[in-house]
């Protein structure tokens, strides 16, 4: 038998630079939710891919940025925090949002990438909406920033460049015998998934602000004994009475039209009928507050609990 290698690897990049798109492309299956807005993803999510000869479990990251929250400030510390913990690092740069100079924040993660020391590939996403003339000049100028391993242009939407992305990747990892059962998809818990279908369905019939404002939290979540039907309860925190008439809109219409289209994703991730009840709560300034983050569960993790 050849050589097998397995590990963790780290996704970092800037908020909308297509981390959870490119996720979802390489598992060929929805473990992250993937909305326009940025900061869409808040918590460490694991995918992992068995393939012949190697099983690479991807930690996927919320967007590098700069804020003064403690939303923001706990995004930031989940996206650094991982870097020490895995074997390689895919870096993640949107084509249509750089240029041969790195800006702040994409200078700023860069720093933080070259001093974790991990192998790292450097992966450009969305070529397919730039012509060779700009992309050849940004590839030039990155591939000297850093030792990369490799520098590889995709469209993870078009899942173009994606099997050298994980040839690439795979090289980069330690000989071990796999790290999980052939079957693993992710390592997160079905609650936390169904919250998340939810949070995504909120995100994108919610106006620009308050998204950020919402968290979703599963109160409920039992099989009945026929095994068919699957009951939800989830409540929606929001952090102003301001804002839970808007979640809600008007005579409900809003809340409805949202959990019937999250019903349907959590029924095409469970394989069963749900019945889903949800509820709309006030948390009062909880994006802002240490305290307020904890109680809505938003804690650092280590992938795989590994090291």
Known sequence: MGVHRAGFVAIV???????????????????????????TTRDRIMGVLTRPGAQLAFVDT????????????????????????????????????????????????LD?????????????????????????????????????????????????????????LSACLPESPPLFDDDTLTDRPIRFLVAELL????????????????????????????????????????????QKPIVLGKGGETIKAVGAAARLEMEKLIGRKVFLETHVRVEPNWTRSAKGLRKLGYQVQRPGGRR
């Open 13 to 39: 990049g800037r908020p909308n630079a297509g981390k959870s798109t490119l996720l979802n492309a390489l598992l060929g299956e929805k473990v992250a939710i993937v909305t326009p807005k940025p900061q």
């Open 62 to 109: 919320p967007g590098f940025h700069q804020g003064k929250k403690a939303l923001n400030k706990h995004l930031v510390h989940v996206a650094l925090s991982v870097l020490g913990d895995v074997d390689v690092v895919l870096m993640l740069v949107d084509v249509t949002r750089t240029g041969p100079e790195p800006g702040a924040e994409d200078a700023a993660l």
């Open 112 to 168: 933080a990438v070259r001093a974790a020391k991990r192998p790292t590939v450097l992966v450009f996403n969305k070529v397919d909406q730039v012509d060779k003339a700009t992309l050849y000049p940004l590839v030039q100028a990155w591939s000297a920033l850093a030792p990369w391993r490799a520098v590889v242009p995709v469209s993870a939407l078009h899942h173009d460049g994606l099997d050298r992305v994980l040839n690439e």
């Open 199 to 242: 949070r995504e369905q909120l995100m994108l019939a919610l106006g620009e602000e308050l998204p950020y404002s919402v968290a979703v939290e599963i109160m409920r979540y039992a099989e009945r004994p026929d095994g068919n039907i699957v009951d939800i309860a989830a409540t929606i925190h929001v952090e102003r009475d301001s």
